[in-house]
């Protein structure tokens, strides 16, 4: 089970590059498990030498500010178990794939999408302070407030630290009940 994600206040990384596909993100010859845990050391392996991946910083930052296009290509759920399993709570960009955004929601990550101009403002200063407000659908940086929306189940599993599986267990007193009363 994720940790619940409501507020999440960290230094971004910034990778600005557009179109980083999944391949990219975790390479293909890391596919080799279905497990999550020690998958972050896998994490843009073909860049790890190369800033920001360098800078000491690179280690505490929960929060991705990533180039348009983020998450494209194959549909590998070891892309957002990567990003997660290397400490990333939240991607932000002005375009995320849409099956990475399903993957992402449904293992822990939150996947923001922000319109241009505010995508921009958080591309151009690498390393600064920002709060991501989950409930609020918010993005707070500089000064400066932007709001997001996100999937209403995706974000409602985010908040209790719940996956698509757990919230099933959840229901079935229910759909114990109700298969009782058809009988």
Same mark, same amino acid.
């Given at each position: 089970?994720?940790?619940?994600?409501?507020?999440?206040?960290?230094?971004?990384?910034?990778?600005?590059?557009?179109?980083?596909?999944?391949?990219?993100?975790?390479?293909?010859?890391?596919?080799?498990?279905?497990?999550?845990?020690?998958?972050?050391?896998?994490?843009?392996?073909?860049?790890?030498?190369?800033?920001?991946?360098?800078?000491?910083?690179?280690?505490?930052?929960?929060?991705?500010?990533?180039?348009?296009?983020?998450?494209?290509?194959?549909?590998?759920?070891?892309?957002?178990?990567?990003?997660?399993?290397?400490?990333?709570?939240?991607?932000?960009? %002005?375009?995320?794939? !849409?099956? $990475?955004?399903?993957?992402? *929601?449904?293992? #822990? /990550?939150?996947?923001?999408?922000?319109?241009?101009?505010?995508?921009?403002?958080?591309?151009?200063?690498?390393?600064?302070?920002?709060?991501?407000?989950?409930?609020?659908?918010?993005?707070?940086?500089?000064?400066?407030?932007? %709001?997001?929306?996100? !999937?209403? $189940?995706?974000?409602?599993? *985010?908040?209790? #630290? /719940?996956?698509?599986?757990?919230?099933?267990?959840?229901?079935?007193?229910?759909?114990?009940?109700?298969?009782?009363?058809?009988?």
């Amino acid at each position: 089970m994720p940790e619940p994600l409501t507020v999440v206040c960290s230094r971004s990384l910034v990778l600005p590059d557009q179109n980083l596909d999944t391949d990219q993100i975790i390479p293909a010859r890391f596919l080799t498990t279905t497990e999550r845990e020690g998958l972050g050391r896998f994490l843009f392996a073909d860049r790890r030498d190369q800033a920001p991946w360098t800078d000491p910083r690179a280690a505490e930052c929960k929060i991705l500010v990533a180039g348009a296009n983020f998450g494209c290509g194959s549909s590998r759920e070891h892309a957002p178990w990567a990003l997660h399993d290397f400490g990333f709570r939240v991607v932000i960009s %002005s375009e995320i794939a !849409d099956i $990475f955004r399903n993957n992402a *929601l449904k293992n #822990g /990550l939150l996947p923001v999408v922000l319109e241009s101009a505010a995508h921009a403002a958080l591309l151009a200063a690498p390393w600064q302070e920002i709060e991501v407000d989950l409930p609020a659908r918010r993005v707070r940086a500089a000064g400066q407030e932007y %709001s997001f929306e996100v !999937d209403p $189940f995706g974000a409602w599993c *985010l908040e209790r #630290g /719940l996956d698509a599986f757990d919230y099933l267990l959840q229901q079935e007193p229910a759909i114990t009940a109700f298969e009782e009363a058809r009988a």
